[in-house]
């Protein structure tokens, strides 16, 4: 079986969700976002490694509060970049060997379901480079400074893309590899390994895998939570509630 290490970038400055709290460690219906989203992976058997990448300031609460789950919980603790291509990198360094493919998962996506997250490992597995995107359905406008309309955009093979990414480790490592000469705005990492001229396979989403970038979105994916299928509890060992 072939197996991925799976790096969950956590080092963003959460400057769009406001509030005290940051994103990292904001609660979705009394737990918090990235240990929900961590759980999507760690009893995969396909993955061999999973790696959390925070920023440095963030390091001693993630310890501290959270680190009896992540220690049963088998994940590995690494310190992410100004960047979030510079997180991933970070993390990419700390890859175990044993790893033939690296998926990289928003920690603020906690919504993907089991299906979208096989289908992906299992594109990757077959053409070296997968990602989940969602069709776009609204209509396009581009818009100038002045907030006036200048033209509508074809909306016609657009789609936006999502998480998770997974790659051969080769082909991610190579790309990385080229990252001094990309451009600044770097999003996503198909970006980079689309410059190696790889090609990539898309996985058919829909919006209901959102990524939380604001307060209003985590009423929403609590409410996709909610509407699925209550499955059996996984426990976490018996730090959980004190951690949480």
């Not at 991925?4 to 976002?33: M, N, Q, W, Y």
């Not at 961590?38 to 993630?62: N, S």
């Not at 955009?153 to 990309?182: D, G, H, I």
Request: a neutral charge.
């Amino acid at each position: 079986m072939s197996k991925f290490c799976v790096i969950v970038p956590a080092a963003g400055k959460s400057e769009r969700f406001g509030g005290e709290e940051k994103k990292t460690f904001a609660k979705l219906d009394g737990r918090p976002i990235f240990l929900r989203t961590l759980e999507l992976f760690i009893h995969r058997e396909d993955v061999c490694q999973t790696i959390l990448a925070v920023a440095p300031e963030d390091m001693d609460q993630m310890k501290t509060q959270f680190g009896a789950n992540l220690g049963f919980m088998d994940i590995q603790l690494v310190e992410g970049g100004a960047r979030r291509c510079d997180t991933v990198a970070a993390a990419l360094a700390a890859m175990s060997p044993k790893a033939e493919f690296v998926a990289v998962h928003d920690a603020a996506r906690p919504c993907v379901t089991p299906d979208r997250i096989e289908a992906v490992f299992a594109a990757a597995k077959k053409t070296g480079a997968a990602i989940l995107a969602c069709p776009l359905t609204g209509t396009l406008k581009r818009v100038s400074e002045q907030m006036t309309v200048t033209e509508t955009v074809e909306r016609t093979s657009l789609f936006e893309a999502q998480t998770p990414q997974a790659f051969r480790k080769e082909l991610m490592l190579e790309a990385y590899k080229q990252l001094a000469a990309a451009p600044d705005e770097i999003t996503d990492d198909s970006q980079l390994v689309e410059r190696l001229g790889h090609p990539i396979m898309v996985v058919r989403s829909d919006p209901t895998n959102l990524k939380i970038t604001t307060k209003g979105d985590m009423t929403l994916a609590a409410a996709i939570l909610k509407a699925r299928p209550v499955r059996a509890a996984t426990r976490l060992g018996a730090f959980e509630e004190a951690q949480w």
